[in-house]
């Protein structure tokens, strides 16, 4: 759930219409896969494997056809050998690449991420490639929503009995790792996270990922692993502030957009359902007498078609109206796997004729089910 705190100042010439967040979000949204969010495996050439691999989520390959070594290793889920499902994987996956290294703000910090604690952010490497020796710690500080990203111009390099420790109720789900090139996991370590490989990614003897492997262009090559595709969630951003712009003493109303709010299906589900409602206060400055409140059936939402979707589900725009009781703002249906939409709504606040000049705040909700 996401909440909006609106402010209307009202001076002898004109009236301004502020929106800021009220409610602690994630800084980051998380990176949205969409199909690809039900491979725990992904490559682009082959994939390869030895001894007892067991993968849980969907294998995957495009364009290549060869997948090799299944048996002796397992897979709880489909194989996709350049089919549809692959090929759709992969567009989702480079859009998804391209957005994990397109993030901003990014903290530039050294190439060994080992013996360091790291908090919620985007992170690039200084030397253009990451690497970890003994331990990483991803300290989400209590928020579950805590998105971490990694970019790497080169490679990903993880130690022999290397780790990832995820704490403060950090989620595998809500950590990526962009990797220019291609990254090599060391024998017996294990990460936490979602691979994002330009090209390659080789899995050494022993590891365990908690995450996922997706590789764009190259090969997946594994050997006696354990790959646990980690599931994610439901959930919806706004804008930190927005202004509606002015108008007039004397105007019939303030209008303008609101800025992208976003709703991003992680889960994976069979079923990608889910509907976006949005709700609002009333507005008051000073008290609560009527010259001095503007009605929340005064504020009209009107969410227009989507900016931008990923997935395969069917996306709908709630009708527009007034916010005098909760309505439908977005809804998602008839889809499989990960997806998510953004939209830009307008925000039309009637100004009723006797109000009085002032600040007037109060709150617009959205959440998403």
Known sequence: ???????????????????????????????????????????????????????????????????????????????????????????????AYNDAAARTPATTVPTQLGGTTVTPGVYTSAAGTFQISGNLTLDAQGDPNAVFIFQTASTLITASASSVTLTGGAQAYNVFWQVGSSATLGTDSSLAGDILALTSITVTTGVRVNGRTLARNGAVTLDSDTITRAAGALSISVPTTANLGSAAAGAANVSGRLGAVTVTDARDAPSAAWIA?????????????????????????????????????????????????????????????????????????????????????????????
Do not use: C
Not at 51 to 76: E, I, M, N, R, Y
Not at 317 to 343: I, M, V
């Open 1 to 95: 759930m996401r909440n909006l705190v609106w402010a209307v100042s009202f001076i002898p010439a004109m009236a301004v219409l502020i929106v800021t967040q009220s409610s602690a979000s994630a800084p980051q949204p998380p990176v949205s896969l969409g199909a690809a969010g039900g491979f725990a495996v992904l490559a682009g050439s082959t994939v390869t494997n030895t001894g007892p691999t067991a993968v849980t989520g969907d294998l995957g390959l495009s364009p290549g056809t060869a997948v090799t070594g299944f048996p002796p290793g397992t897979v709880a889920g489909t194989i996709h050998a350049a089919d549809a499902a692959a090929a759709q994987a992969q567009v989702d996956l480079t859009a």
């Open 277 to 369: 409602t949005v709700s609002s206060t009333n507005f008051t400055t000073g008290g609560a007498t009527a010259p001095e409140t503007i009605a929340k059936g005064s504020v009209k939402y009107s969410p227009g078609s989507a900016t931008s979707t990923t997935g395969n589900a069917t996306f709908t725009p709630g009708t527009a109206g007034d916010l005098g009781s909760a309505r439908t703002a977005f809804s998602a249906s008839n889809g499989t796997g990960d997806n998510s939409a953004t939209w830009n709504p307008t925000i039309t606040v009637t100004l009723p004729a006797g109000v009085i000049a002032g600040t007037y705040t109060g709150t617009i909700t959205h959440s998403v089910a």
